[in-house]
């Protein structure tokens, strides 16, 4: 099984601030996606980035942006320009496409703040 | 449309009372799937059903029963169940082929057994 590790409960970050959040994973595939999930405060639950394995370019998507190290088997996500709306918890998640159906898998979470 | 949709949107039920949640998605995916989610933790997998088969049962109580009707549709029948089952209930879809897999999340159903 594979297992996603989020080592960062809580994290707090001034407005217009950047921060990091971490994900390492631990897995034995060598083909596999890698996604951050934000959930806001009693609001669904949405994408923020995905990462494919096989690609070596780090993904960006406006302010958001992946580290991602497939030796070291970490995956980070860099929010630069925080706003207030980023207050939110992120998941980051694995998932293995197999013949029978995707699987994926949740780290922990970590509960960001952000402030004004 | 990227738009998963779950009905109702809060339940309250007995512990004697059957009830069901909806999920329903238009986008094609053929993969669907149920999670339990409390409150600051991570979504847990219950059920995955791909191309309208059940293909992953995580081992949950036989008081909490899947049913696809179709490509679009699924169900989550609740019965006799017990006040730690309260949490949201997340519906989610994501493609079976092609270059994307991420899973687009329907807004969940809040369930709350008295």
């Known amino acids: 099984a594979q297992t996603v590790t989020q080592s960062q409960p809580e994290m707090s970050v001034q407005e217009a601030e950047t921060v990091t959040l971490s994900c390492t994973y631990d897995?034995?595939?060598?083909?596999?996606?890698l996604f951050w999930y934000k959930q806001p405060p009693s609001r669904q639950m949405i994408l923020v980035i995905r990462q494919e394995a096989y690609k070596q370019q780090n993904a960006t998507e406006n302010r958001f942006s992946v580290n991602f190290q497939k030796a070291a088997k970490s995956f980070s996500l860099k929010i630069s320009d925080s706003q207030l709306g980023d207050t939110a918890m992120y998941f980051c998640?694995?998932?293995?496409?197999?013949?029978?159906?995707?699987?994926?898998?949740f780290g922990t979470g970590t509960s960001l703040t952000v402030i004004p | 449309d990227t738009e998963v949709t779950q009905t109702p949107k809060h339940l309250v039920m007995g512990m004697t009372n059957k009830k069901s949640l909806k999920c329903e998605q238009h986008m094609g995916h053929r993969a669907m799937y149920w999670y339990k989610q409390k409150a600051k933790k991570p979504p847990e997998l219950m059920f995955v059903y791909s191309y309208e088969k059940l293909s992953i049962n995580e081992s949950v109580p036989s008081r909490f029963s899947p049913e696809c009707p179709n490509s679009s549709l699924l169900n989550l029948h609740l019965h006799a169940l017990q006040p730690e089952d309260s949490a949201l209930y997340l519906c989610a879809s994501s493609q079976e082929t092609g270059y994307t897999y991420e899973q687009y999340f329907g807004p969940g159903t809040r369930l709350t057994v008295t």
């Open positions: 998640a694995f998932m293995k496409h197999y013949n029978t159906g995707n699987q994926f898998y």
């Open positions: 897995t034995s595939e060598s083909n596999y996606y």
